[in-house]
């Protein structure tokens, strides 16, 4: 369910479409007996929502998963190159 916001609308979003899209929106819209401007910024947030979220949330598959947590709860010893790059890392930031 879309949020409904409390904001007033103040700005304004212009975008080109094809005659037939414009029809299918047109149609969407009178369907769900909304205004094509109101069914056109709801969609986008439900968009730009997903896409956020999307972006935000890693997903492994269950053997991945398993990989990570063995990774976390079993974790190898620091190659020599990574005690070097630990070491010049403390030696920069002046760390005891």
Same mark, same amino acid.
């Given at each position: +369910?879309?949020?409904?916001? @409390?904001?007033?609308?103040?700005?304004? *979003?212009? @975008?080109? @479409?094809?005659?037939?899209? %414009?029809?299918?929106?047109?149609? /969407? @819209?009178?369907?769900?007996? $909304?205004?094509?401007?109101?069914? !056109?910024?709801? /969609?986008?947030?439900? &968009? #730009? $929502? #997903? /896409? *956020?979220?999307?972006?935000? !949330? !890693?997903? =492994?598959? #269950?053997?991945?998963? #398993?990989?990570? !947590?063995? &990774? %976390? =709860?079993?974790? %190898?010893?620091?190659?020599?190159? +990574?005690? $070097? /790059?630990?070491?010049? $890392?403390?030696?920069? %930031?002046?760390?005891?």
């Amino acid at each position: +369910m879309p949020q409904v916001s @409390a904001q007033p609308r103040s700005e304004r *979003i212009e @975008a080109r @479409a094809t005659p037939d899209v %414009l029809a299918l929106v047109r149609r /969407a @819209a009178e369907l769900q007996g $909304r205004s094509v401007s109101d069914f !056109v910024v709801s /969609a986008a947030e439900q &968009a #730009a $929502r #997903a /896409a *956020i979220t999307e972006a935000q !949330v !890693v997903r =492994l598959s #269950a053997e991945d998963q #398993a990989r990570f !947590v063995e &990774a %976390l =709860l079993s974790p %190898l010893e620091p190659t020599p190159a +990574m005690v $070097r /790059a630990h070491e010049r $890392r403390r030696r920069l %930031l002046g760390e005891p």
